[in-house]
């Protein structure tokens, strides 16, 4: 009987998989800005999240910045409830999965 049970060793592989290529991202677009980044805690997942609390026209920025520069997929936009939306794109890179995230908020006048 085969089980499907992921150990402790695939695992903390995939994980460092994931922080060497973040090393490598970052190494390579210093001069980007700063978002946040999470290891995911199964598969090669690398996921970058830009803060929403920005101006919607700076978030978009940041965001269009990364995907360009890491060559992710085409961007998805999700309407969400009230005034928000969260920008998506994602690609494989280097055997590890990296996703990239905004929340948008609209301002008072309806600008993004």
Known sequence: MSSSWTGQAERAAWQRRAAAELA?????????????????PAGSVL??????????PQV?????????ELALGEEREDQMS?????LHAAARRHDVTVRLAAAVFEDEDGDL
């Open 24 to 40: 490598a991202i970052l190494e390579a677009h210093s001069g980007l800005p700063l978002i946040s980044w999470t290891v995911g």
């Open 47 to 56: 996921a970058g999240r830009i803060s929403g609390l920005a101006p919607a």
């Open 60 to 68: 978009r920025e940041v965001f269009a910045a990364w995907r360009t």
């Open 82 to 86: 009230g005034r928000m939306s969260w």
